[in-house]
């Protein structure tokens, strides 16, 4: 007597497990000269780039995604700012980072308008939101406001490494005015030249007529726009209330991995 064969059972692929990748580079001491200070939108000086070299060393080893540590005097107390690094670590000719001029906040205020070549004290690199490599998925960066810094990093990392290879990269970018819109040049000059990486800004408070464009908020790209939330990673950074927002959507629909930095 014969039998029928039995079906195989289906085997589910199983996700990569995403570990936390060990430290590169150990944290030192630097010294920061001011290289140049520049407003991204000179009509609405609120967010600004200023760039680094450093005194008897290059642009010291960092993974994308890791934060600067910078000092300076104030009423003879000597305090520190963390600031995201937005240069790729391939970029030895400056170190670049992107601050948002905060009403009453000293360090953002003294860097606005610090002389080219006053040297600061700093320690870097520092933090661990960087990215697994190689990279195990598509992958979605969500970000307001100077948040984009450390993904500009990771992207110019990826691009220059060539570590895009099978995966799509989508940079879902939330600010209120279309002036607020840092790094936009770059961005779309990037999605030009890489198919697989995809620019999603939206402006939740358009101030002029000629934005026809995206308007609201992040949430709602994640929702609509973006499909198969289970094989994608995110990492998310901004100010604390939207990335507990995007965080607990992001649980919801299922991403297979997450990473955040929240900033007060």
């Not at 680094?52 to 005097?73: C, H, K, M, R, Y």
């Not at 970000?143 to 490494?161: D, K, N, R």
């Not at 999605?191 to 007529?209: C, D, L, M």
């Amino acid at each position: 007597m014969m039998r029928e064969a039995v079906p195989a059972k289906a085997v589910t692929p199983q996700k990569p497990v995403v570990r936390e990748p060990p430290v590169k580079f150990r944290s030192g001491k630097h010294t920061a000269i001011v290289k140049e200070v520049f407003d991204i939108a000179p009509k609405f000086p609120e967010t600004y780039l200023i760039r680094f070299t450093f005194e008897n060393e290059p642009v010291f080893d960092f993974e994308p995604g890791q934060f600067i540590s910078l000092f300076a005097e104030k009423e003879g107390k000597r305090i520190s700012r963390p600031y995201s690094i937005a240069s790729w670590p391939e970029n030895k000719a400056y170190l670049e980072l992107c601050i948002k001029v905060v009403e009453g906040g000293f360090m953002s205020n003294y860097l606005h308008h610090v002389a080219p070549g006053t040297k600061l004290q700093s320690i870097a690199p520092l933090g661990r939101f960087v990215m697994a490599e190689p990279i195990p998925y598509d992958t979605v960066f969500v970000c307001t406001g100077t948040g984009v810094a450390p993904f500009i990093a990771m992207l110019g990392h990826i691009w220059e490494q060539g570590l895009d290879e099978g995966h799509e990269f989508h940079l879902v970018f939330g600010v209120r005015y279309v002036h607020d819109l840092i790094y936009r040049d770059l961005l779309e000059k990037w999605a030009r030249e890489h198919s697989n990486f995809h620019f999603y800004p939206t402006i939740s408070r358009p101030e002029t007529p000629e934005w026809k464009g995206r308007v609201g908020y992040v949430q709602k790209i994640l929702e609509n726009e973006l499909t198969d939330h289970g094989d994608k990673q995110v990492f998310i950074c901004g100010l604390h209330d939207m990335v507990e927002d995007v965080r607990n959507l992001c649980v919801r629909l299922g991403f297979a991995h997450m990473r955040f930095e929240k900033w007060d």
